[in-house]
């Protein structure tokens, strides 16, 4: 755990989180003046919120770490902390710092856009309350799997663009095969549709998940860190 805390730590010192943050912020309060310049002031956060970031949300999630964790190859980072851990220790923590890197990276945009707007009172806020889970669970199974991808590559780039690459495949394929209802921008943000949120929301990002767990431990370790010794 003491590992987890510290990396956690890192993820506040690396400039592509705050990138992230940054663009996802823009994202969202771009929207939302777009709405409040055409005098659309009904349901502003579920509105704005939906607008434009869902289709760029992989990437944002990927962004905090995934450049930095191919970086450590050339540092020889992993080498020194499997000192301390075993390697599979090491590699399940780092999984998990990298899927709640994702989680903060969508979630604390989010919790700024919803302050601002004025949201209305009742069941509505508590909807839009419930609603700021979303972001945690999408940003966590993208940003894992952007994790679980360097195991399968010696690509720099590939773990930051192919979980946006897939997402958007998914959702030009998922209508033609009839799965609209795991229509992958729905996990984020189900306001695009209707706004309910249901258990179909939580199902690509533990896909997800689990495809990161499953490249992590059994993927090619040579992929991700040829150069060091286990």
């Given amino acids: 755990m003491r590992f987890i805390k510290t990396d956690l730590k890192r993820i506040f010192t690396e400039p592509a989180f705050f990138l992230s943050l940054f663009l996802g912020t823009l994202l969202l309060f771009g929207a939302m003046g777009y709405l409040l310049a055409s005098g659309e002031t009904d349901g502003l956060y579920a509105r704005a919120q939906a607008l434009a970031l869902p289709f760029a949300a992989p990437l944002l999630a990927a962004m905090p770490y995934s450049v930095m964790i191919m970086r450590e190859r050339e540092t020889r980072y992993g080498i020194l902390m499997t000192v ?28 700024i856009l919803f302050a601002a707007c004025a949201v209305p009172e009742g069941a509505s806020v508590l909807e839009n309350v419930v609603g700021l889970v979303l972001p945690i669970t999408f940003g966590f199974g993208y940003g894992a799997f952007s994790y679980g991808l360097t195991f399968a590559n010696r690509q720099r780039y590939v773990p930051l663009v192919m979980p946006q690459v897939l997402y958007m495949l998914c959702i030009y394929a998922f209508p033609h095969i009839h799965l609209e209802k795991f229509y992958p921008p729905l996990d984020i943000s189900p306001s695009i549709y209707g706004g309910e949120i249901t258990a179909d929301r939580f ?26 010794v286990y």
């Fill in 84 to 111: 301390k851990l075993r390697r599979s220790g090491y590699q399940l923590y780092r999984l998990i710092t990298c899927g709640l890197s994702g989680a903060a990276a969508l979630l604390i945009p989010h919790i």
């Fill in 203 to 228: 199902v690509i990002p533990a896909a997800l998940t689990a495809a990161a767990l499953i490249l992590t431990f059994f993927g090619t370790v040579k992929a991700r860190v040829s150069e060091e």
